[in-house]
């Protein structure tokens, strides 16, 4: 509990660090746009394939559970795409992302730390905690949306295809049903939900690298702290956000 405890101390102060002795706005430009670019195209080809295959499942799914001919078969295209907007691409994306852009983060800021170029740095007079990761969870938190957004249509076209491909669902139904339930309120909330998680898996990420002490070993632990830590409280921060929006 005390460890606990001094971890999310030092996790506040680190933050807290964002904020001190700052570089020139254009320092930030250039790296921010870089690590955009990174987690971006680096992740675009498992978001594409995760996608997909989700939600061509979940409309397999949703048609199996609706066997009563009573409900009209549109209604997988509302649970399908409400799914997809309020669940399935901002949360799956962002678990799949941890693993992917969490323990990217941890092992460069860790390996860097044992090299000991992060300390070369601060003999510089330079702050590293601004230089070094707030350009990360700026990217972050502007690039996750845009995966999401990704995600998102991708998760409803894989489930316009594989209904049609199945006869499952007719395109028209499907598209019809999607139609009939959207509310601009959910796009809202899968945004919400996209920048709180890449702010989570950045800075927690971040801070787990930041203050690895050893070797190549330690590196490695901490890379699994930050994946497991990350997604952990992307599902805990999951859960209060629906609780405290819907």
């Known amino acids: 509990m005390i460890k606990g405890i001094y971890h999310f101390g030092r996790y506040l102060l680190l933050l807290r660090s964002f904020f001190k002795s700052p570089e020139r706005f254009s320092v930030y430009w250039n790296l921010v746009l870089e690590e955009m670019v990174s987690v971006g195209v680096g992740s675009i080809v498992i978001v594409i394939i995760t996608s997909v295959f989700i939600g061509?499942?979940?409309?397999?799914?949703?048609?199996?559970?609706?066997v009563s001919g009573f409900i009209p078969r549109s209604a997988i295209g509302s649970v399908v795409a409400a799914s997809a907007l309020l669940e399935l691409a901002?949360?799956?994306t962002s678990l799949v992302l941890a693993g992917k852009v969490g323990s990217h983060i941890a092992s460069q800021l860790g390996t860097m730390r044992v090299t000991e170029q992060i300390d070369a740095i601060e003999v510089m007079g330079i702050n590293s905690v601004s230089y070094l990761i707030m350009p990360k969870v700026l990217g972050c938190i502007l690039a996750f949306p845009i995966l999401v957004t990704i995600a998102a249509f991708l998760i409803i076209l894989g489930g316009i295809v594989a209904g049609d491909w199945t006869g499952q669902v007719t395109i028209a139904d499907f598209t019809?049903?999607?139609?009939?339930?959207?509310?601009?309120f959910q796009v809202i909330f899968m945004f919400s939900k996209a920048i709180t998680f890449g702010f989570l898996i950045s800075s927690i990420s971040a801070y787990q690298g930041f203050y690895v002490r050893g070797g190549a070993l330690?590196?490695?632990q901490a890379s699994t702290r930050a994946v497991v830590?990350?997604?952990i409280l992307v599902?805990?921060?999951d859960y209060v956000l629906a609780q405290l929006l819907l």
């Open 56 to 66: 061509a499942v979940t409309t397999v799914q949703t048609a199996y559970q609706l």
């Open 90 to 92: 901002p949360t799956i």
């Open 176 to 184: 019809f049903g999607a139609r009939g339930t959207f509310e601009t």
């Open 218 to 220: 330690e590196v490695g």
């Open 229 to 231: 830590f990350s997604c």
């Open 235 to 237: 599902l805990v921060a």
